[in-house]
Each structure stands twice: as structure tokens, then as C-alpha cells.
């Protein structure tokens, strides 16, 4: 399957820093990269679907000035949580699209854990 | 509106098989996934129906009812390697956006 890389894996801040989480694509063109956030013992939440060239589509309740997403090349978004509060601790995690012969796979990065002090 | 709906929780003895089952009822439909997912890890894709019957990948597979809305994911010579959620998840409009189910954590007992 395609390759999805997240880093930082791991991220511990202050409140009120900002906080960058980067998403490669490593053997593929992801034209859209999704961004989900997962708190303990929950689903996935899709916060926002992320397109190279334009403007992130984000998710009912989910602050766009808050989670700025920058999709500026074919294999590279970037989500950076503003002014990050201990309520934004959780795991972030990327995915990308992949047309395949089993449709619209999405592969995941293996995410990002925020702790938020 | 979407749903998607699994067990929250369900045990199974090493060596033994089990089903999970995932019932959706979704505005269209263009697919359904099955991902698994390990405790503090991202999910990895296991399988793809987006016709009825039955689709084997060792020792895994997965079922689909398109009538019935009804899908399942049988694991076969149950491993204690395989403790880890299972998450469905729909394609209802053929675009990108999965409708995911809230994951059914299967724990194996020895």
C-alpha cells in the first residue's frame, strides 16, 4: 500500500504556542490529504479535507483560524494548531486518498500525539 | 442522516473466529471499508466491498449486504496479535469523505 508520513510523532507544548504537524505522501501524489483528530477511546473526527492548490474544507464545529491547513504541494500538507490549549491535546492523524483498484483507499500516516501542558 | 453502527466491545479466545458486524444506513453508497486499529497507532486498511458477497484475505475477510446495509469482517485462527479496534467505514458519494463507525475493540484472551 502507499506510504503516509507524519512528524512530529510526538509533540509536548505550552498553552497559548503553536504547534505544526507535517504530512508526506512518500510514493504517491495526494492531490487530498485529510486531517482527523481522535481523542482517547473515540472514532476518528474529520476535521478537515485538505487540497493541493485551494483552500482546506473543514468540518461543522472545527475553528479554520484555529487549525490552519496549507496543502502547497502534491505531496505535502501541514496542519498548525494556533495558540494550542490543553483541550487541543489529542492524536492527529493524516490520511491520503489513493484511486486504486479497491476504489478511494485512504492510507494513514501514523499520527500525531499532542500534549498540550 | 449517516449512522453507522458496530459493537463497542467484544472478546474471543486465541485460535477461535469471530465476527464483527457494522450496519450502516448512509444518504448513498460507493464502498465500504474495514480498518484496523491498535491501541496509540493510526489505522491500517484491511479490505474494500463495494459488491455483495464475500471478499477472503487470509486469514481475514469481509461480507457485504448492499440490501441489508449489513457488512461484517470475520477473522479467522484468532492471533493475540489481532487485540486492536476495527473500524467500518462507508463511502456514500464516491468522493473522498468516509463516514466512519465508532470502532469495535476486540480483545483476545488466551
Known amino acids: 500500500g502507499a506510504v503516509v508520513s507524519q512528524h512530529p510523532s510526538w509533540v509536548i507544548c505550552k498553552s497559548g504556542t503553536s504547534v505544526k504537524i507535517e504530512c508526506r505522501s512518500l510514493d504517491f501524489q495526494a492531490t487530498t490529504m485529510f486531517w482527523y483528530r481522535q481523542f482517547p477511546k473515540q472514532s476518528l473526527m474529520l476535521m478537515a479535507t485538505s487540497n493541493e492548490g485551494s483552500k482546506a474544507t473543514y468540518e461543522q464545529g472545527v475553528e479554520k483560524d484555529k487549525f490552519l491547513i496549507n496543502h502547497a504541494s502534491l505531496t505535502l500538507s501541514t496542519l498548525t494548531v494556533t495558540s494550542a490549549h490543553p483541550e487541543d491535546s489529542s492524536f492527529y492523524i493524516c490520511?491520503?486518498?489513493?484511486?486504486?483498484?479497491?476504489?478511494?483507499?485512504?492510507?494513514f500516516g501514523p499520527g500525531t500525539r499532542l500534549l498540550v501542558l | 442522516g449517516q449512522n453507522i453502527d458496530q459493537p463497542t466491545e467484544m472478546t474471543a479466545t486465541e485460535g477461535a473466529i469471530v465476527q464483527i458486524n457494522c450496519t450502516y444506513q448512509t444518504s448513498g453508497f460507493n464502498g465500504l471499508f474495514w480498518y484496523q486499529q491498535h491501541a496509540g497507532e493510526a489505522p491500517t486498511f484491511l479490505s474494500y466491498n463495494v459488491l455483495d458477497g464475500l471478499e477472503e484475505k487470509g486469514r481475514f475477510s469481509s461480507f457485504l449486504s448492499r440490501s441489508k446495509g449489513y457488512s461484517y469482517l470475520l477473522l479467522k485462527e484468532l492471533q493475540m496479535k489481532d487485540s486492536a479496534s476495527y473500524l467500518c467505514?462507508?463511502?456514500?458519494?464516491?468522493?473522498?469523505?468516509?463516514?466512519w463507525g465508532a470502532g469495535t475493540k476486540l480483545i483476545i484472551k488466551p
Open positions: 467505514a462507508v463511502n456514500p458519494t464516491g468522493e473522498y469523505q468516509l463516514i
Open positions: 490520511s491520503a486518498r489513493v484511486r486504486d483498484l479497491q476504489g478511494k483507499t485512504q492510507y
